[in-house]
């Protein structure tokens, strides 16, 4: 016999949702089977699966190890590696990804910033493979592999479901800097509407809406130009795939070193010059409002990650 305590992350779900995830190789007849016969109960009682889990609750599973060890596979964790923590408590983490690293997989075979995050929480403790099986832990917001800068990742089940809120309703305030082709003297806010072709991954911007297209708002202004590039901070009003790059070309003013959206020439520029291999825009600052209950110790927080090194040498030199 095996005994589940529920905990802070696996309380508020329906039963069968967390032996779905338990024992993530049976079928749900399995399961189903399993109550009806009183060989899965829950605080020693019948349960048909429905009943909502509460904080310390206890589910008791009257089959052999053999039984649930067949019927259970663990993922397969990613190697480890530095990461760069900007912040951190016990429900989430502010992370600097690198460029060139993943958000989440592309492919079954990858490694991503989400397996770096969970093998980071089993390095440090704060998760075991047991309690992987039924809950995992992963990221609030994604970026462009090629994009640099703050990620949000939820540690815990309340760390995840608050951010989540707080980033569809877009209470968090997104800042980014980039370097583009062309001046820009003013700060300006410009919108549109952003098309996905999700069969070549690309995005196409238009000025007036078409079916399909989301609206998109972007904001920036000029910190730096030097008559030919244009240093720009720029706050992500809406959250869409690309649309800092896409939204930025499609006004003439492409981002430096983007092979999407870029302009051929100036990449082989910065290329030869610079040995440039991403493209030039970095996610560097997250503003948090006023948060109530859990997540209180955030309110009003202010998170910011350095430019990486080789972003900031062309600041250097290209804007003396």
Same mark, same amino acid.
């Given at each position: 016999?095996?005994?589940?305590?529920?905990?802070?992350? +696996?309380?508020?779900?329906?039963?069968?949702?967390?032996?779905?995830?338990?024992?993530?190789?049976?079928?749900?007849?399995?399961?189903?089977?399993?109550?009806?016969?009183?060989?899965?109960?829950?605080?020693?009682?019948?349960?048909?699966?429905? +009943?909502?889990?509460?904080?310390?609750?206890?589910?008791?599973?009257?089959?052999?190890?053999?039984?649930?060890?067949?019927?259970?596979?663990?993922?397969?964790?990613?190697?480890?590696?530095?990461?760069?923590?900007?912040?951190?408590?016990?429900?989430?983490?502010?992370?600097?990804?690198?460029?060139?690293?993943?958000?989440?997989?592309?492919?079954?075979?990858?490694?991503?910033?989400?397996?770096?995050?969970?093998?980071?929480?089993?390095?440090?403790?704060?998760?075991?493979?047991?309690?992987?099986?039924?809950?995992?832990?992963?990221?609030?917001?994604?970026?462009?592999?090629?994009?640099?800068?703050?990620?949000?990742?939820?540690?815990?089940?309340?760390?995840?479901?608050?951010?989540?809120?707080?980033?569809?309703?877009?209470?968090?305030?997104?800042?980014?800097?980039?370097?583009?082709?062309?001046?820009?003297?003013?700060?300006?806010?410009? +919108?549109?509407?952003?098309?996905?072709?999700?069969?070549?991954?690309?995005?196409?911007?238009?000025?007036?809406?078409?079916?399909?297209?989301?609206?998109?708002?972007?904001?920036?202004?000029?910190?730096?130009?030097?008559?030919?590039?244009?240093?720009?901070?720029?706050?992500?009003?809406?959250?869409?795939?690309?649309?800092?790059?896409?939204?930025?070309?499609?006004?003439?003013?492409?981002?430096?070193?983007?092979?999407?959206?870029?302009?051929?020439?100036?990449?082989?520029?910065?290329?030869?010059?610079?040995?440039?291999?991403?493209?030039?825009?970095?996610?560097?600052?997250?503003?948090?409002?006023?948060?109530?209950?859990?997540?209180?110790?955030?309110?009003?927080?202010?998170?910011?990650?350095?430019?990486?090194?080789?972003?900031?040498?062309?600041?250097?030199?290209?804007?003396?």
């Amino acid at each position: 016999m095996r005994e589940i305590e529920i905990n802070k992350n +696996e309380a508020g779900q329906r039963l069968d949702k967390l032996l779905a995830k338990y024992m993530n190789k049976a079928p749900k007849s399995f399961i189903y089977k399993m109550l009806r016969k009183k060989n899965i109960t829950l605080n020693r009682k019948k349960a048909d699966g429905s +009943e909502k889990l509460e904080l310390n609750d206890h589910v008791q599973l009257f089959l052999s190890d053999e039984t649930i060890e067949k019927f259970t596979e663990l993922d397969v964790v990613a190697n480890e590696v530095d990461l760069q923590v900007v912040y951190e408590d016990e429900n989430i983490l502010v992370i600097n990804k690198p460029a060139g690293m993943l958000s989440q997989k592309a492919k079954p075979e990858d490694e991503s910033l989400t397996e770096y995050v969970i093998a980071y929480l089993l390095k440090t403790r704060q998760l075991t493979k047991e309690e992987l099986i039924s809950f995992h832990p992963g990221l609030c917001n994604r970026l462009d592999r090629n994009t640099s800068g703050i990620i949000l990742a939820g540690k815990s089940l309340t760390g995840l479901q608050q951010m989540g809120i707080l980033l569809k309703e877009r209470n968090i305030g997104k800042y980014y800097q980039t370097i583009v082709k062309g001046v820009i003297k003013e700060p300006t806010c410009i +919108e549109g509407y952003l098309t996905k072709d999700k069969s070549h991954n690309k995005v196409a911007i238009s000025k007036e809406p078409v079916e399909g297209a989301d609206f998109i708002k972007t904001q920036y202004e000029p910190l730096k130009t030097n008559g030919e590039y244009t240093f720009l901070r720029v706050k992500l009003l809406t959250g869409r795939s690309h649309q800092i790059r896409a939204h930025l070309q499609s006004i003439g003013h492409p981002v430096i070193g983007d092979g999407k959206y870029g302009d051929v020439q100036v990449n082989k520029y910065f290329r030869r010059n610079f040995n440039l291999r991403f493209h030039l825009l970095h996610s560097y600052e997250l503003d948090f409002p006023v948060i109530q209950g859990e997540l209180g110790n955030l309110s009003e927080k202010q998170f910011r990650a350095p430019l990486p090194s080789y972003f900031e040498a062309i600041v250097s030199r290209i804007f003396k």
